[in-house]
């Protein structure tokens, strides 16, 4: 079977959980034409991978894949236009070629953080990383899709996201294209059974989620909530310090937090501090993603509310190369 037909196997059998189909599924099912796909390669200066070229014209032009949301062929020609005109980087050796070490990597990533932290100027990083691959989508807020489309990870994906290069310890790699896409599929499917969808909550999109909604008001109600059925005593009017917790660590991007959606109900939440203690043998770097704030309302418990909501949870860890602990351990 080819990535093709087991993506379309994929994709119907995710279209039998009517609500996360809606929400959470690709929005342009009509494929390109090839002659559109050879005029963008020409435009561009760019040979696309093959798979990523199946993928447009037999598939589907963009949509959302679990976690990801793929742009259309479209939207990356107006987001190259401007790169185009201005530089060209084709003469750059790729640096996402599996070439480097660990120890560059790292090295790289914190000339990058020191250097935006000062103000400096990041442009010929930025152009350096990417050499040789172009953007195709997104995890969301800063993180970027990078299909590589020279040297030796051609046809591999990569997701970089630049306000966390302090966190960079490997080759950013997810793998080639179609496997990646697959993985994402069958991940999907297993929280559209239980008819969840996890979205992550950023200082960028707190407002844009679930229109009308306030989603640090609502942090607050539920880590309320969870603090009483623990059988915390209220001695204070803990929402204002809450709220001022999550507004100023929002803002300084040391603090991640997660939903579960059902039907536009909001029935779970977890939420990650990313801080720094000493060092220590298994944490050399002294980065912790401390979990807390798992909860889950009534009647959604016991449906795999919690379990998907962490398991997303620890996916943003490994990305960010973060040891997890638990604030609670009863919070799970």
């Keep these: 079977m080819s990535f093709i037909e087991e993506m379309r196997k994929l994709i119907d059998e995710r279209s039998h959980y ?14 390109v034409k090839i002659k559109e796909v050879r005029a963008f390669e020409r435009d561009m200066h760019i040979t696309l991978p093959e ?5 447009l014209t037999e598939l589907g032009n963009g949509g959302r894949y ?4 793929i742009y259309s062929l479209e939207r990356i020609r107006e987001n190259m236009a401007k790169k185009i005109t201005e530089d060209d980087d084709t003469e750059l050796p790729p640096m996402l070629d599996h070439s480097l070490s660990d120890d560059i990597w790292k090295e790289f990533g914190e000339k990058y953080a020191e250097a935006d932290i000062n103000g400096d100027y990041t442009g010929d990083m930025e152009k350096r990383m990417l050499a040789g691959g172009i953007v195709i989508g997104t995890a969301g807020c800063t993180m970027m899709l990078v299909l590589m489309c020279r040297g030796a990870a051609t046809g591999e994906v990569f997701l970089v996201d630049f306000d966390y290069m302090e966190y960079l310890k490997e080759e950013p790699c997810l793998g080639k294209f179609e496997d990646f896409l697959i993985n994402e599929m069958r991940e999907s499917i297993e929280r559209a059974k239980s008819h969840i969808d996890i979205r992550t909550i950023t200082k960028e999109n707190a407002d844009k989620i679930l229109p009308g909604i306030d989603l640090i008001d609502v942090l607050v109600d539920m880590r309320i909530r969870q603090l009483r059925e623990e059988g915390a005593k ?16 929002f803002d300084d991007r040391s603090f991640r937090a997660w939903i579960a959606v059902h039907e536009g109900e909001i029935v779970g939440t977890c939420g990650m501090s990313i801080v720094e203690k000493p060092p220590y043998y298994s944490c050399q770097t002294g980065r912790i993603g401390l979990l807390s704030s798992i909860y889950t309302v009534q009647g959604f418990r016991r449906r795999g509310v919690a379990k998907n909501l962490v398991k997303t949870a620890i996916r943003f860890a490994k990305m960010m190369k973060l040891v997890l602990e638990l604030l609670l351990l009863q919070e799970l």
């Excluded at 009517?18 to 494929?31: E, G, I, S, W």
């Excluded at 798979?51 to 993928?55: A, C, I, T």
């Excluded at 204070?236 to 660590?249: F, M, Q, V």
């Design 51 to 55: 798979n990523y070229v199946r993928y």
């Design 18 to 31: 009517q609500y996360f189909y809606k929400c959470n599924t690709p929005v342009n099912n009509t494929p």
């Design 66 to 69: 679990g976690h990801y949301h």
């Design 234 to 249: 209220e001695v204070c009017d803990i929402a204002p310090a809450l709220k001022d917790y999550y507004n100023r660590h």
